[in-house]
């Protein structure tokens, strides 16, 4: 059975910084990552990993977050740095094979 458990969500002043966790098993995904999504809008790439550790980020992400592989390959990490309200949204941690987790809340307040 494969799940993907999501930590790490919460508010945050506009300014701080929060990291995200995603911890899978039942499966060795090749690629995890991040998304995210506000209410009205498409689902947007935070940013992806792969096995081997080559990311890529969103527009958004880009310079801001840095994400990450625990050495065993079923964790992922994403560290959020300089967040804005334009950060509010709820993230997703997409695993491929393709799975998605429940959705973690960040609300970055002004």
């Known amino acids: 059975q494969v799940q993907l458990v999501e930590s790490g969500g919460g508010l945050v002043q506009a300014g701080g910084s929060l990291r995200l966790t995603c911890a899978a098993s039942?499966?060795?995904?090749?690629?995890m990552g991040w998304y995210r999504q506000v209410p009205g809008k498409q689902r947007e790439l935070v940013a992806i990993?792969?096995?081997?550790?080559?990311?890529n980020y969103g527009v958004a992400a880009k310079g801001r977050f840095t994400i990450s592989r625990g050495s065993a390959g079923n964790t992922v990490y994403l560290q959020m740095n300089r967040l804005t309200p334009e950060d509010t949204a709820v993230y997703y941690c997409?695993?491929?094979?393709?799975?998605w987790g429940q959705g973690t809340q960040v609300t970055v307040s002004s």
């Open positions: 997409h695993v491929v094979p393709v799975y």
């Open positions: 039942g499966i060795s995904p090749s690629i």
């Open positions: 990993i792969s096995v081997a550790g080559s990311a």
